[in-house]
């Protein structure tokens, strides 16, 4: 493999990475294994490839939104997975060459190929290979297919987002699939520090279902001291107030004060003082029982004001808040901007976002755009193997 020479910001560099994944939770994964610098190689279908290549919003080149955002930093090669040549070209080199095979075939279907975790780990003991299901490798619902919001769904997460008395809403992101991406990256980077030791690889399971419980860990001891359901909290959260947005005169603003200090410190910045003294209001528990009465008093207060007009008095009085921003937003703000996260490529492809992380101060860096469908076939087949 030739030398990448910004890999002191690229932990992961020199791993290889064999993805047999299509749409959201595993190509995210593989993004982030890329990102930190591994040799991510993305099987595909002939012909169509990933599903994701329709997915989203076109650019004028024909390429998708959502493929370039969860693919950058790979090579694609194409597999005809009914061809037994080249079924047994793949596994070889899933078990020659790679260090950590990722799948999120529906199940059963890996293992029909001769592809799955314990074709592969037989044959290399050392190889991580990470199964991510939709359900879970176990119960009733394991050879289920499943997507970001049918687990929203059934694992309880719409149930405590949005608007009470509202239809459920999705949240605005496949929050679901990205944060199971990011469970087979844990337990990827635990697998291999525990390879360091052992000189074992080992099968890592994870699940869209699992992440949705997951994303539950704060309702599930809650319900069970007053036995009352999660309800939606709209912007805000249960028991804790005030915390949440309010609409000012040109947008939403976001007000955290959930303790009695920043409390006290609200009441001053919106001329009100006293508010701490009523019984009603002097804790956080009181606060959060009486909410709707709070709420009635904040909220025209605020909305005679601009957001920023607000921030202002409310950053002096170091009390936190933010405005709700749009993606444009979002993306031309200073504090984005000056972080550095999003990223291109001397103008090879959009804009994308780089990972939330930093090593000795720099980001890893993008290394290259999206692959076109078998871009690397030759590099790859071809027997070089390496990154470039």
């Not at 993004?31 to 997915?55: C, F, I, M, N, Y």
């Not at 405005?323 to 994308?352: C, F, K, S, W």
Request: a negative charge.
């Amino acid at each position: 493999m030739t030398e990448d020479p910004t890999a002191a910001h690229q932990p992961l560099a020199g791993l290889k990475v064999v993805e047999i994944g299509t749409s959201v939770a595993a190509p995210y994964a593989g993004w982030v294994l890329g990102a930190l610098g591994a040799d991510v190689v993305k099987v595909e279908r002939a012909g169509t490839g990933d599903d994701a290549r329709q997915w989203g919003r076109m650019f004028p080149d024909g390429s998708s939104s959502t493929f370039h955002s969860l693919n950058r930093d790979k090579r694609s090669v194409t597999v005809n997975l009914r061809d037994e040549g080249e079924r047994a070209w793949l596994r070889g080199l899933c078990v020659r060459e790679a260090d950590i095979v990722l799948q999120n075939m529906r199940p059963g279907r890996i293992e029909s190929y001769g592809l799955g975790a314990l074709d592969l780990t037989g044959e290399n003991p050392g190889l991580i290979y990470c199964n991510l299901w939709a359900y879970g490798s176990r119960g009733p619902l394991k050879d289920k297919p499943g997507y970001d919001p049918l687990m929203q769904a059934c694992g309880g997460l719409m149930s405590v987002t949005g608007e009470e008395g509202q239809p459920p809403i999705r949240v605005g992101t496949s929050i679901i699939d990205m944060g199971s991406g990011l469970w087979c990256v844990i337990g990827i980077l635990a697998a291999l520090n525990n390879r360091h030791r052992t000189g074992r690889g080992c099968v890592i399971d994870a699940s869209l279902y699992e992440t949705s419980l997951a994303w539950m860990t704060t309702h599930v001891p809650a319900v069970q001291i007053d036995g009352q359901v999660p309800t939606r909290q709209g912007s805000g959260v249960r028991g804790m107030a005030p915390y949440q947005a309010y609409l000012c005169a040109d947008g939403y603003l976001v007000v955290a004060a959930p303790n009695d200090n920043l409390f006290n410190r609200l009441a001053a910045v919106l001329g009100h003082p006293e508010w701490p003294e009523d019984p009603r209001f002097d804790t956080n528990q009181k606060r959060s029982t009486n909410l709707d009465e709070l709420n009635e008093l904040i909220a025209p207060i605020l909305a005679v004001e601009p957001r920023a007009h607000w921030q202002e008095k409310l950053d002096a009085a170091g009390v936190p808040s933010a405005p709700v921003q749009n993606a444009v937003e979002m993306m031309g703000h200073p504090q984005t901007e000056a972080l550095g996260i999003i990223q291109e490529l001397d103008g090879q492809g959009p804009r994308l976002m780089g990972v939330p992380l930093s090593f000795d101060g720099e980001r890893p860096p993008m290394r290259r755009p999206a692959p076109k469908l078998g871009e690397h076939n030759e590099d790859i087949k071809g027997g070089t193997g390496g990154a470039d």
